[in-house]
């Protein structure tokens, strides 16, 4: 039996892209229950000496990653000429959001114990994690209207609305940036990234634009 390309992705891409989601957070509380006891250690799920902030770390990354990945959709898309592709940017997106939550409440709970005091100096007085904050919560909106009726809705606002991916994503590779002291390689691997898949979009723009000027009629002033 041969499944339509449609059918493919709804059956088969998309179950496999959710379960690819949820492999960082199997191995974080993989991680926390092997420090419980409850699953046997193996090197694996070994968080190491400071197991709250790796579990952090595998979180935040995951966002990042995640971030990222969606961001470089519309660049496969046009670069495949596969518009299927398309249809996987929302469970990444969704995803994104989700462990950003997961990271903030990691943050709130088991690294700084609630202490409301200690979390609402270091968000206004450490830049790193002002920036964190500031992308957090500009993730809301877009997570909010993520739904096909948000869209539909919206219509135009829509897609400019989303446009906040990009600062977010700035925002999240300068958070990450910020707080690395010595060893700058990973957060540059990331900046790089992310500049080649905002760059990719600038270039095309340009290239629309070019193209509408070239094909629009002269101006009086240019006709005489
Ligand atoms: C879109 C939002 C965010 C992204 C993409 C993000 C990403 C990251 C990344 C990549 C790391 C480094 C992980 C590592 O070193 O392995 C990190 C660490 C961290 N993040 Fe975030 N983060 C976000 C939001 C936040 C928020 C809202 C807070 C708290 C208010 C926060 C607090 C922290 C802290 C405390 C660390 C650990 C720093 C350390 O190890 O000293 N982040 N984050």
Known sequence: MTLTVDRRYRLVYKPLLFIACLIPLGWALGGVLALGGLLPSMPLFDLGADPVRKVLGIVGKTTLNLLLITLAVTPLRQLTGNGYLIRLRRMLGVFAFFYACLHFMVYLGPFQGFSWDAITKDIVKR???????????????????????????????????????????????????????QDIREPLIYATILAVLLGWRLWR????????????PPTARERT
């Open 127 to 181: 830049p790193y994690i002002t920036l964190g904050f500031t992308a957090l919560l500009m993730l809301v909106p877009l997570a909010i209207t993520s739904t096909n009726g948000w869209m539909r809705r919206l219509k135009k606002r829509w897609q400019k609305l989303h446009r906040l991916i990009y600062p977010i994503a700035i925002l999240g590779v300068w958070h990450y940036w910020w707080q690395v002291k």
């Open 205 to 216: 723009w340009q290239q629309r634009r070019a193209a509408t000027l070239k094909s629009a």
